[in-house]
């Protein structure tokens, strides 16, 4: 009998030591599936960061040919401040999984693993936004001096141009004036959608606005716009009640525009 218990006894012992040993193997292959996902985790996010510091300037090509130029710009200026933005949201992932490093859960790291895979595109979105924010500026003042020669044919004469607050991200602001004193200011305005822009076209005068005169400037720009193909204009409105805080150029230099 005492024989029987012992070998019930030995017998109990290997069957514990086998689940021990199977629950320390489970044991270390969660460790190790937590520590692949940590590491992955970390590798992926300091990748991005240093993407993004070797991508603060990106080349812009402007022309066609031999007549075509090379410069750089900078990112973060372009974009107002969005490529910083990314750079502290991913900053801030780095710091949950460096601070985390002893408490977070495996599944806490997966979900973080997931947010940096949806991250990864926005880089190349944010390098794009820079290069069409920048052609669409140059395209502003191209399409402001399209319609002072438009409206030079017209009688009037070129007094002032330049862009709100002295910003080329805003709007590209041209005033021409006639020999009776009647002025034209038009604005050339970005629109949401990067690389697009819509025209105002604002007459200002002492005496009673000519309505027909106004309506024909607009039609022979609308015109010269179309035959020359320029491309990225959206919307152009002709204001026979117009934009009176764009008429004193010197103001529209100093003002401070919001991002």
Not at 62 to 67: D, F, H, S
Not at 124 to 134: F, R, T, W, Y
Not at 138 to 161: N, P, S
């Amino acid at each position: 009998m005492a024989h029987q218990e012992f070998q019930s006894e030995i017998a109990t012992s290997q069957q514990t030591y086998l689940k021990l040993a199977d629950l320390r193997l489970e044991l270390e292959q969660k460790e190790r599936e937590w520590e692949l996902y940590y590491q992955a985790a970390l590798t992926d996010l300091r990748s991005l960061i240093a993407e993004i510091q070797a991508n603060r300037k990106c080349e812009i090509e402007v022309g066609e040919g031999k007549e075509a130029e090379r410069f750089q710009v900078e990112v973060d200026y372009w974009t107002k401040g969005r490529l910083s933005e990314y750079e502290s949201q991913l900053s801030r992932l780095e710091t949950q999984l460096l601070e985390g490093e002893s408490t977070l859960t495996t599944e806490e790291l997966k979900a973080i693993c997931e947010q940096i895979t949806q991250q990864q595109p926005i880089l190349g979105e944010i390098l794009e936004q820079a290069k069409l924010s920048i052609l669409g500026s140059q395209m502003r003042a191209e399409i402001a001096d399209q319609v002072v020669e438009t409206l030079t044919g017209f009688g009037y004469t070129l007094v002032d141009d330049t862009y709100e607050g002295e910003d080329e991200r805003n709007a590209y602001v041209v005033k021409v004036k006639n020999i009776a004193g009647d002025e034209v200011v038009t604005v050339v305005s970005p629109e949401s959608e990067f690389g697009a822009n819509s025209i105002s076209i604002n007459s200002f005068s002492d005496t009673l606005v000519d309505e027909q005169a106004t309506r024909q400037n607009a039609e022979a720009i609308f015109k010269l716009l179309n035959d020359a193909g320029v491309q990225g204009v959206g919307e152009v409105e002709c204001n026979e009640q117009p934009k009176a805080e764009y008429q004193n150029l010197e103001e529209v230099k100093k003002r401070s525009v919001q991002s």
